[in-house]
Nanobody, 124 residues
């Protein structure tokens, strides 16, 4: 079992920045690819980005590419999502997820563990 706890969400004005953190516990963190997803009210859960075990390779969803950056600190069992140039349409609950097999994935059903989510609200 892996437990994931997100933090760092909040209210920010358009154009601002936020840094989300996801702290993992329970198993060897470096054995897991990590992903970030988000879900806005009334919408499907959306892929934000993913990072493989070593932290070298990342991939992003089209709507956030160039504005968001994923990183991880395996010594601290934490993955981060740096969000810059935020837009009102980035408003959502953001979730981190851990995948025990393979590389990162854009598919939420390929992740094994999920955090409870953290709310991000971007005002115009």
């Amino acid at each position: 079992q892996v437990q994931l706890v997100e933090s760092g969400g909040g209210l920010v004005q358009a154009g601002g920045s936020l840094r989300l953190s996801c702290a993992a516990s329970g198993r060897t963190f470096s054995n897991y690819a990590m992903g970030w997803f988000r879900q806005a009210p009334g919408k499907e859960r959306e892929f934000v980005g993913t990072i493989e075990r070593s932290g070298i390779i990342t991939a992003y969803g089209g709507s956030v590419k160039g504005r968001f950056t994923i990183s991880r600190d395996n010594a601290k069992n934490t993955v981060f999502l740096q969000m810059n140039s935020l837009k009102p349409e980035d408003t959502a609950v953001y979730y981190c997820a851990a995948r025990s097999t393979g590389w990162g994935s854009v598919r939420d059903d390929e992740y094994d563990y999920w955090g409870q989510g953290t709310q991000v609200t971007v005002s115009s």
